[in-house]
């Protein structure tokens, strides 16, 4: 008996560098959700090259860092480029920025967070800022895997979206009314 194939989502992660936070959810949706998100990243100014911390934290992870580079957002504004349903900004920078127009009109959200490559202290405390960039993306990431995706209208699928970078948890978005009084 064949199985019905489900349509992997193509996603654009996107932040100014393109060098720790989109890259790690660019990983993470590959380690993760490879059936589910296809994941590209990218900059509106990216870096020379991916940040070393967000690489060794992924590396110890168990993520295949194979591949993975800044690279400007124009790639996936050009003709030849995957199609993107959804491009989500984690970033407060390349939120405010004019983005290119993206081709096929992609559901777009903000899940604004602090840059990890930004933190100072101790090496602890760098590390640490590290950690919970990842562990946010990791949990906004698995609730939008999650959600039914091909069943929501686009009023519900872009409250859904925003709702993930406003701190909303899966078992809330499953509670919450469907339809507005």
């Excluded at 090259?49 to 110890?60: G, P, T």
């Excluded at 992870?61 to 900004?89: C, N, Q, Y």
């Excluded at 490559?117 to 990791?138: H, S």
Aim: proline residues 6%; hydrophobic residues 40%.
């Amino acid at each position: 008996m064949a199985h019905e194939t489900q349509k992997a989502w193509n996603i654009l992660f996107l932040c100014t560098g393109n060098s720790a936070r989109s890259i790690m959810a660019e990983a993470i949706c590959r380690k993760g959700w490879p059936r589910r998100l296809s994941a590209y990243s990218a900059g509106s100014h990216p870096k020379a090259e991916v940040n070393e911390r967000a690489l060794s934290l992924l590396r110890h992870l168990g993520h295949d860092t194979e591949g993975l580079r800044s690279k400007s957002w124009d790639e996936f504004a050009a003709a030849d480029a995957p199609r993107m349903d959804f491009v989500i900004t984690v970033c407060d920078d390349a939120a405010g920025e004019v983005c290119p127009a993206w081709p096929g009109q992609p559901m777009t959200a903000h899940w604004g967070m602090p840059d990890p490559a930004q933190a100072t202290g101790t090496e602890a405390e760098i590390a640490l800022a590290f950690d919970q960039a990842y562990g946010m993306l990791d949990r906004r990431i698995g609730i939008l895997a999650n959600l039914p995706i091909a069943t929501l209208d686009s009023l519900r699928l872009k409250r859904a979206l925003d709702d993930i970078g406003n701190g909303a948890s899966q078992e809330t978005m499953e509670t919450a009314p469907t339809e507005h009084g």
